[in-house]
Protein backbone atom coordinates (compact mmCIF):
# COMPACT_ATOMS: atom_id res chain seq x y z
CA UNK A 1 0.00 0.00 0.00
CA UNK A 2 1.08 3.60 -1.00
CA UNK A 3 2.29 5.91 2.23
CA UNK A 4 -0.12 8.30 -0.22
CA UNK A 5 -2.96 6.32 0.85
CA UNK A 6 -2.27 6.72 4.33
CA UNK A 7 -1.30 10.18 5.28
CA UNK A 8 -0.53 11.04 8.44
CA UNK A 9 -0.35 14.26 10.44
CA UNK A 10 1.67 15.01 13.23
CA UNK A 11 1.89 18.13 15.51
CA UNK A 12 5.70 17.68 16.88
CA UNK A 13 6.90 19.41 13.71
CA UNK A 14 5.37 22.64 15.28
CA UNK A 15 6.92 22.26 18.56
CA UNK A 16 9.14 25.57 18.20
CA UNK A 17 6.99 28.31 16.79
CA UNK A 18 3.78 26.65 18.20
CA UNK A 19 4.77 27.19 21.74
CA UNK A 20 6.52 30.63 21.45
CA UNK A 21 3.02 31.85 19.55
CA UNK A 22 1.03 30.27 22.31
CA UNK A 23 3.34 31.82 25.05
CA UNK A 24 3.95 34.83 23.39
CA UNK A 25 -0.14 36.17 22.77
CA UNK A 26 -1.15 34.85 25.78
CA UNK A 27 1.40 36.54 27.73
CA UNK A 28 0.26 39.84 25.51
CA UNK A 29 -3.23 39.09 26.28
CA UNK A 30 -2.94 38.68 30.05
CA UNK A 31 -0.13 41.28 30.95
CA UNK A 32 -1.01 43.99 29.02
CA UNK A 33 -5.02 43.32 30.19
CA UNK A 34 -3.82 43.03 34.09
CA UNK A 35 -1.86 46.41 33.28
CA UNK A 36 -5.09 48.35 31.80
CA UNK A 37 -7.25 46.96 34.31
CA UNK A 38 -4.93 47.93 37.23
CA UNK A 39 -4.54 51.52 35.99
CA UNK A 40 -8.10 51.72 35.52
CA UNK A 41 -9.01 50.34 38.70
CA UNK A 42 -6.94 52.92 40.31
CA UNK A 43 -9.20 55.63 38.88
CA UNK A 44 -6.63 56.83 36.19
CA UNK A 45 -7.67 58.67 33.52
CA UNK A 46 -8.18 57.58 29.66
CA UNK A 47 -4.87 58.98 28.70
CA UNK A 48 -2.78 57.34 31.51
CA UNK A 49 -4.69 53.60 30.85
CA UNK A 50 -3.84 54.25 27.39
CA UNK A 51 -0.32 54.79 27.59
CA UNK A 52 -0.12 52.17 30.33
CA UNK A 53 -1.16 49.74 27.85
CA UNK A 54 1.57 51.01 24.95
CA UNK A 55 4.15 51.21 27.41
CA UNK A 56 3.51 47.62 28.49
CA UNK A 57 2.91 46.16 24.75
CA UNK A 58 6.16 47.41 23.28
CA UNK A 59 8.16 47.01 26.43
CA UNK A 60 6.30 43.25 26.71
CA UNK A 61 7.39 42.47 23.01
CA UNK A 62 10.86 43.55 23.52
CA UNK A 63 10.84 41.31 27.11
CA UNK A 64 9.48 38.36 25.03
CA UNK A 65 12.24 38.22 21.86
CA UNK A 66 14.99 38.87 24.60
CA UNK A 67 13.83 35.99 26.86
CA UNK A 68 12.96 34.13 24.18
CA UNK A 69 16.36 34.40 22.44
CA UNK A 70 18.43 34.13 25.59
CA UNK A 71 16.41 30.57 26.67
CA UNK A 72 16.88 29.04 23.25
CA UNK A 73 20.56 30.29 22.59
CA UNK A 74 20.90 28.44 25.73
CA UNK A 75 19.11 25.60 24.74
CA UNK A 76 21.29 25.71 21.55
CA UNK A 77 24.62 26.13 22.72
CA UNK A 78 23.82 22.76 25.10
CA UNK A 79 22.88 21.04 22.25
CA UNK A 80 26.37 22.04 20.01
CA UNK A 81 28.57 21.68 22.60
CA UNK A 82 26.99 18.06 23.04
CA UNK A 83 27.17 17.73 19.41
CA UNK A 84 30.69 18.31 19.77
CA UNK A 85 31.61 16.27 22.27
CA UNK A 86 29.71 13.08 20.49
CA UNK A 87 31.81 14.12 17.05
CA UNK A 88 34.59 13.97 18.97
CA UNK A 89 34.10 10.57 20.90
CA UNK A 90 33.18 9.04 17.47
CA UNK A 91 36.24 9.96 15.78
CA UNK A 92 38.87 8.56 19.06
CA UNK A 93 36.24 5.10 19.88
CA UNK A 94 33.93 4.53 17.02
CA UNK A 95 33.82 1.01 18.59
CA UNK A 96 32.56 1.74 21.88
CA UNK A 97 29.96 4.94 20.36
CA UNK A 98 28.82 1.39 17.77
CA UNK A 99 28.28 -0.60 20.85
CA UNK A 100 26.41 1.97 22.93
CA UNK A 101 24.10 2.84 19.84
CA UNK A 102 23.92 -1.24 19.67
CA UNK A 103 22.56 -0.99 23.77
CA UNK A 104 19.92 1.93 23.36
CA UNK A 105 18.55 -0.12 20.63
CA UNK A 106 18.63 -3.40 22.42
CA UNK A 107 17.10 -1.57 25.41
CA UNK A 108 14.06 -0.31 23.04
CA UNK A 109 13.29 -3.89 22.24
CA UNK A 110 15.50 -5.31 19.84
CA UNK A 111 17.35 -8.20 20.16
CA UNK A 112 21.01 -8.06 19.89
CA UNK A 113 21.54 -9.40 16.40
CA UNK A 114 19.27 -7.05 14.92
CA UNK A 115 20.01 -4.01 17.39
CA UNK A 116 23.93 -4.11 15.93
CA UNK A 117 22.78 -4.54 12.53
CA UNK A 118 20.74 -1.21 13.11
CA UNK A 119 23.37 0.67 14.88
CA UNK A 120 26.06 -0.28 11.89
CA UNK A 121 23.67 0.73 8.97
CA UNK A 122 22.82 3.73 10.45
CA UNK A 123 26.26 4.29 12.06
CA UNK A 124 27.49 3.78 8.31
CA UNK A 125 24.35 6.41 6.81
CA UNK A 126 25.13 9.16 9.32
CA UNK A 127 27.23 8.34 12.52
CA UNK A 128 26.62 11.84 14.19
CA UNK A 129 23.00 12.08 13.09
CA UNK A 130 21.83 8.54 14.49
CA UNK A 131 23.30 9.61 18.00
CA UNK A 132 22.05 12.63 17.80
CA UNK A 133 18.78 11.75 17.42
CA UNK A 134 18.76 8.55 19.84
CA UNK A 135 21.26 9.27 22.36
CA UNK A 136 20.90 13.02 22.93
CA UNK A 137 17.43 13.19 21.47
CA UNK A 138 18.22 16.16 19.27
CA UNK A 139 16.67 15.94 15.56
CA UNK A 140 15.78 18.77 13.54
CA UNK A 141 12.03 18.97 14.50
CA UNK A 142 12.89 20.06 17.87
CA UNK A 143 16.27 21.72 17.72
CA UNK A 144 16.77 25.30 18.87
CA UNK A 145 16.24 27.95 16.84
CA UNK A 146 16.71 31.20 19.28
CA UNK A 147 15.78 33.89 15.77
CA UNK A 148 12.28 32.31 15.07
CA UNK A 149 11.54 32.03 18.78
CA UNK A 150 12.02 35.37 19.86
CA UNK A 151 10.68 36.76 16.24
CA UNK A 152 7.76 34.66 16.83
CA UNK A 153 7.29 35.42 20.53
CA UNK A 154 7.50 39.20 20.28
CA UNK A 155 5.07 39.36 17.24
CA UNK A 156 2.18 37.43 18.86
CA UNK A 157 3.07 39.45 22.26
CA UNK A 158 2.27 42.49 20.30
CA UNK A 159 -0.42 40.91 18.78
CA UNK A 160 -2.42 39.83 21.62
CA UNK A 161 -2.15 43.20 23.40
CA UNK A 162 -3.16 45.18 20.90
CA UNK A 163 -6.49 43.84 22.06
CA UNK A 164 -6.89 45.44 25.13
CA UNK A 165 -5.22 48.34 24.38
CA UNK A 166 -7.82 49.21 21.23
CA UNK A 167 -10.73 47.83 23.75
CA UNK A 168 -9.77 50.71 26.30
CA UNK A 169 -8.87 53.42 23.65
CA UNK A 170 -12.37 52.52 22.56
CA UNK A 171 -13.84 52.44 26.22
CA UNK A 172 -15.35 55.46 28.51
CA UNK A 173 -13.01 55.48 31.45
CA UNK A 174 -15.75 54.05 33.93
CA UNK A 175 -15.96 51.60 31.55
CA UNK A 176 -12.79 50.42 30.99
CA UNK A 177 -12.42 47.77 33.57
CA UNK A 178 -15.15 45.88 32.36
CA UNK A 179 -14.94 46.02 28.62
CA UNK A 180 -11.19 45.19 28.69
CA UNK A 181 -11.92 42.16 30.98
CA UNK A 182 -14.40 40.83 28.95
CA UNK A 183 -12.89 41.20 25.91
CA UNK A 184 -9.82 39.70 26.96
CA UNK A 185 -11.43 36.52 28.24
CA UNK A 186 -13.15 35.85 24.91
CA UNK A 187 -10.19 36.81 23.02
CA UNK A 188 -8.29 34.47 25.36
CA UNK A 189 -10.90 31.33 25.25
CA UNK A 190 -10.56 31.70 21.11
CA UNK A 191 -6.62 31.46 21.88
CA UNK A 192 -6.79 28.62 24.34
CA UNK A 193 -8.92 27.19 21.78
CA UNK A 194 -6.72 27.68 18.54
CA UNK A 195 -3.53 26.74 20.36
CA UNK A 196 -5.47 23.19 21.40
CA UNK A 197 -6.27 22.68 17.81
CA UNK A 198 -3.24 23.53 16.03
CA UNK A 199 -1.59 21.07 18.88
CA UNK A 200 -4.21 18.25 18.46
CA UNK A 201 -5.10 18.66 21.88
CA UNK A 202 -9.21 18.95 23.33
CA UNK A 203 -10.91 23.07 22.37
CA UNK A 204 -12.32 23.04 25.93
CA UNK A 205 -9.86 21.87 27.86
CA UNK A 206 -7.18 24.13 25.90
CA UNK A 207 -10.09 27.46 26.21
CA UNK A 208 -10.38 26.75 29.80
CA UNK A 209 -7.33 26.75 31.08
CA UNK A 210 -6.38 29.90 29.47
CA UNK A 211 -9.48 31.65 30.34
CA UNK A 212 -9.15 30.56 33.90
CA UNK A 213 -5.57 32.24 34.70
CA UNK A 214 -6.42 35.38 32.54
CA UNK A 215 -9.05 36.20 34.70
CA UNK A 216 -7.24 34.77 38.26
CA UNK A 217 -4.51 37.16 36.92
CA UNK A 218 -6.56 40.44 35.97
CA UNK A 219 -8.76 39.92 39.26
CA UNK A 220 -5.32 40.42 41.66
CA UNK A 221 -4.22 43.20 39.51
CA UNK A 222 -7.84 45.20 39.24
CA UNK A 223 -7.62 44.21 43.28
CA UNK A 224 -4.17 46.00 43.77
CA UNK A 225 -5.74 48.68 41.38
CA UNK A 226 -8.53 49.72 43.36
CA UNK A 227 -6.47 49.12 46.60
CA UNK A 228 -3.44 51.77 45.61
CA UNK A 229 -6.42 54.14 44.18
CA UNK A 230 -8.27 54.22 47.20
CA UNK A 231 -5.31 54.85 49.80
CA UNK A 232 -3.93 57.55 47.27
CA UNK A 233 -7.18 58.75 47.17
Known amino acids: MSRLSHP????????????????????????????VVGV?????????ILIAGLAGLVA????????????????????NSDLARERRELAAMPEAE??????????????????ERVAIQLTERDALGAHARDELGISETIAARPVQAAIVSALTFAAGAVVP???????????????????TLVALAVLGGLGATAGGAGVARGALRVTFWGALAMGVTATVGTIFGVSAG
Open 8 to 35: EIHMVHRIGWLRAAVLGANDGLVSTSSL
Open 60 to 79: GAMSMAAGEYVSVSSQMDAE
Open 165 to 183: VLVALASPADKTSVMVAAS
Open 98 to 115: LEELTQIYVERGLDRTLA
Open 40 to 48: AAAGSGSTE
